[in-house]
């Protein structure tokens, strides 16, 4: 038996969700992606896909493939349980590294509407606004909300700001927000409540697109920031990227 | 064969039966809501069970043959009609060119699927033809059918199709004495809804879960295919804690903010942060999917051994099923 995750609990007669721990922190996270590109390596039979979250790690298989598949258990929340287990055990852990992104993104003025208002509640200015937030590294802890959406762990305290307490009817996609203590990129235009800083030219969801979502929980972001005449060339030759 | 749409009704959508592998992407699964019925009218015909169907909600619809049809439906919520005579569900359907189709409001249930031997033919986007009409995907051109659409079906026909439409074709609607009898695989009760604890059902007082599990409980105006608002008693947290969010799929009941329980359908999103009162048995999926504004049903407790006993029973009852249809060729 391993200490790897400390719980096991059943979504529904297709999903079982594995759980880690209780807090965000970047060695739990570090320990879900792991465990997540091993079960992607060992795949059991029936096995679909992952969906990774702050604390755990959600697996979804077929029940008919999984309960004719002859593993050891009576019900399939028991093979599961038992591979699952096993898998823990018997894989080497540590060797995977999270893949980078580089998001530029156009800080300020039409495309980052709340910037000034982030700044004058910070007691800082647009400029250290900006540095703050594109001097991290972010963490994808999962994607979420709407196709694309991804949750990013790692920002500045210094930037901790609530939402707006009237959301937008429509925020466009791109746009890059800070809500509490996590910062966002827009995947659709969608309504929200997010204070909206700045607006990447990237297409960070695309369904025609080899893999729609241009970020994958367990991704490392960081962001560049680019002049409004960057920002359009980059946004003409999308297709190109 | 094709049909084109003269009315649109009040939601018509393609849908097969999900798209499960873009979860990680947050991608809704999305599909039939009722993915008993639109299995059953794929199997009707001898298609293979994903093939992509119309899901007509409330009916008000009418579509024309542009060509002769081999078509089939199942559900609940309308009744399809040519030229006044009713034609029967859950059996492959001949339809000679020319026919107006009114798919026509019933009285009871919400949902009908209707497939078309091959299925109809929308491309594949993310591995399915669903379409999800919040992001625009999916299904035909990623939006709900309107008046004037033509939609074609796949050309690949089974070899039990291809009997089927030997056997019926003719210069009028024909079809098998034969049907399948969908309401044996369902539960006597069709407003009883069997559940299994949820994740966080610790996290309610007494009071709650003695009523989640006997009182009576309503479908709410604001009921779409993401999920149901349901009216009724409220749902009293005696834990107070934060809960991190992490996935969710159709079937799981929240507690919102309120103490309101929402019961997540087929276009839920994929992680959510409520706490999880129950989760719907997949069996049961589909009475949900014909449960309509105003409906009151009731949720029985079951066990998680018991949901997944269930759920592959029925998924033996439904590979026999498909042998069934196919002996009906052979004889």
Known sequence: ?241 | MKIKVLKTGVLSTIQDLGRMSYLSEAIPQSGAMDSLSARVANKALGNQDDCATIEFTYGDAAIESKTDLLIAYAGSGSILTVNEETLPMERPLFIPAGNIILINHAVYGARIYLAIAGGWDVPLVMGSKSTYLPAGFGGYLGRVLKKGDLLNNAKQLSDVSLAFLKFLCGDRINYPKWSIAKRKMLPGHLYEIRIVPGREFGWFDAQSILDLLSAEFSVGAKSNRMGYQLGGAKMKRVRQQELLSTAICPGTVQVSGDGGMILLMADCQTTGGYPRIAQVALVDLPLCAQLRPGDTFRFIEISRQEAEDLAIRRERDLARLTRAVELKVEI
């Open chain 1, 1 to 241: 038996m391993t200490n790897l995750f400390i719980d096991i609990y059943a979504l529904n007669e297709g999903a079982v969700t594995v759980v880690f721990g209780e807090e965000i922190n970047l060695i739990l996270a570090g320990k879900i992606r792991r465990f997540n590109e091993t079960i992607s390596r060992y795949p059991f039979p029936g096995m679909i896909t992952t969906v990774a979250a702050y604390t755990s790690l959600t697996v979804f298989y077929d029940p008919v493939t999984l309960f004719g598949a002859g593993l050891p258990g009576l019900s399939n929340f028991d093979k599961i349980t038992h591979y699952l287990k096993n898998l823990a055990i018997e894989t080497n852990l540590d060797e995977v590294m999270p893949t980078k992104i580089v998001v530029p993104v156009c800080y300020g003025g039409t495309m980052g509407p709340d910037l000034d208002l982030v700044a004058t509640a910070k007691k800082l200015t647009s400029a250290e606004i900006i540095e703050f937030h594109s001097s991290a590294t972010y963490y994808v802890h999962m994607i979420g909300f709407v196709p694309g959406f991804a949750y990013l762990g790692g920002m500045n305290p210094e930037l901790n700001m609530p939402r707006k307490t009237q959301p937008r009817a429509i925020v466009k996609a791109g746009s890059v927000g800070i809500a509490g203590a996590q910062t966002g990129i827009y995947s659709l235009d969608t309504p929200g409540g997010w204070q909206i800083i700045g607006r990447t030219p990237l297409r960070m969801f695309d369904a025609e697109r080899q893999q729609p979502s241009l970020l994958q929980s367990g991704y490392e972001v960081v962001f560049k920031p680019v002049t409004m005449k960057e920002f359009e060339y980059l946004k003409a030759h999308n297709d190109e990227n």
